[in-house]
């Protein structure tokens, strides 16, 4: 996904330079057909477009491919390509290219041929990476709630070997290495501990940032000392902070609840699984 945003940043970063090329082939009506300067158009263009077509979306592809081929009636960026120096057959033969005319000079004017319909490809660009980016992080917390739920299914199969000591989770500390552990495996870059901005007067401490989907991981353990009501305070504390984190939008919160101190696991859940102001928020309590 990272790497789709990336292409498609560059392809629209290179749309300047295509749409200054094609408007100088009409930038002066005196200059001669330069067969040269036409193809060598055509090749940024087409080499351009046929990059950008296997990561345009299914539900768009068919309108980007539009504002490249046109039709009978509306003439688009492959008309232009055909024949941007052609003259309009309003135009007379001997007629003196450096006079105004009252109407086009040319047959495909780039400002009604391929300025707009190039526009338009950059706008199905830039709703295709905004669309993106509104699903990376819900995807990646929907992935991040996958692997806590079968945490304990991870002890077991840790704890098989012989010989060793068993892995065990005395405290939070312990939890956050093996959650560590399987957030590596699938996210590229995870920041432990990164600081909350401050607020009322103090910051803390999360404990992972997936910088790239916005999601921040937060572990907790229940214990002796330690139910449902404490976790719920710490969890309403760390909200507040949070909302002010510029790289958080989704907050994924795994409770482990190993001893079944909290009664109701799924009421508590949903009563705690709501948004709070632009944060999305997820409880995930494995027992």
């Not at 704890?159 to 005395?170: E, K, L, Q, V, Y």
Request: aromatic fraction near 8%.
């Amino acid at each position: 996904m990272n790497a789709d945003l990336a292409a498609l940043d560059g392809l629209i970063n290179e749309m300047p330079s295509i749409e200054a090329h094609a408007a100088s082939l009409q930038g002066d009506r005196a200059r001669l057909p330069d067969a040269a300067a036409i193809q060598a158009l055509r090749d940024e263009y087409l080499n351009w477009y046929t990059r950008c077509l296997p990561l345009v979306p299914e539900v768009v592809n068919a309108k980007f491919r539009d504002l490249y081929e046109g039709g009978n009636f509306i003439r688009r960026i492959r008309a232009y390509l055909e024949a941007p120096m052609g003259r309009s057959s309003l135009v007379k033969p001997d007629a003196n290219p450096t006079e105004p005319t009252l109407f086009s000079y040319w047959a495909n004017p780039f400002d009604t041929t391929f300025r707009p319909s190039f526009f338009g490809q950059q706008q199905v660009l830039r709703e295709t990476i905004g669309t993106a980016k509104a699903a990376i992080a819900p995807d990646a917390a929907t992935r991040v709630e996958a692997m806590v739920r079968r945490f304990p299914l991870v002890l077991m199969e840790l704890n098989r070997r012989r010989g060793d000591a068993a892995i065990t989770i005395a405290n939070e500390y312990d939890l956050q290495d093996v959650v560590r552990g399987l957030l590596v495996a699938w996210f590229d870059d995870v920041r432990p501990e990164e600081w909350t901005p401050s607020y009322a007067g103090g910051s803390s401490r999360m404990d992972f940032l997936l910088k790239a989907e916005q999601v921040v991981v937060e572990t907790k353990l229940s214990g002796e000392g330690t139910g449902a009501r404490d976790i719920r305070d710490q969890l309403g504390v760390d909200l507040l902070r949070y909302q002010a984190h510029p790289d958080c939008q989704i907050l994924v919160c795994f409770v482990f609840d190993p001893r079944m101190r909290i009664a109701n696991p799924r009421g508590f859940e949903q009563d705690l699984s709501i948004p709070q102001g632009r944060l999305e928020v997820l409880v995930a309590v494995v027992q």
